[in-house]
């Protein structure tokens, strides 16, 4: 019987949206720009000869330390879909989610609830971090392969201006 041992790694890519502090509405979007966004794109996220990476967890850091936390969901694809607006609704089309085999891979969490305080200081002066573990999310991908992210918000969020968001995924190979 063979055995299979595994490299980790991570990758990262972060979105520092406007310096504004427009409150957001539950499934609204937060991207870098009101008008012209750009996706987060998760360079490298390929990478086994095998063709497949776990993405075992996802560390979220907050530049701000706001009394309301953030509820986020990482919406990954390994198609890019079209960037959407800082604080427009979400609107996946269908084609996005199922681009023939591709499109959506995964919808990851990152639940208010879980934020952990960082920087003690309020406001953005202060950081907060949320790591959702134990994912298992099976990711089949070339050694090229790049993940695009959609970050949506699920409760009504008001945000610093110019507030950032850094993403790490835990991959193993």
Known sequence: ?????????????????????????????????TSA??????????????????LQSVLCIDSANQATKPDL??????????AQNDNAAFAPTDAELITGLNGLVGVIPIP??????GLATSGAAG???????N????????????LYALVV???????VSAEAFTFKLALLD
Request: aromatic share 8%; charged share 10%; glycine share 10%.
């Open 37 to 54: 966004p750009t996706l987060l794109t998760f360079q490298g996220v390929g990478g086994s000869a095998r063709g497949f990476t776990i």
């Open 1 to 33: 019987m063979d055995s299979v041992v595994g490299s980790g790694r991570t990758v990262g890519a972060a979105v520092t949206r406007p310096a504004d502090t427009s409150a957001y509405t539950a499934g609204d979007v937060i991207s870098d720009s």
């Open 135 to 146: 994912i298992g999310l099976p990711l089949n991908l070339n050694a090229f392969a790049v």
């Open 73 to 82: 969901e990482l919406w990954l694809f390994d198609t890019a879909p079209a």
């Open 153 to 159: 918000v699920r409760n009504a969020y008001t945000p």
């Open 112 to 117: 208010s609830t879980s934020f952990r305080v």
């Open 127 to 133: 950081n907060s971090i949320c790591h959702v573990t």
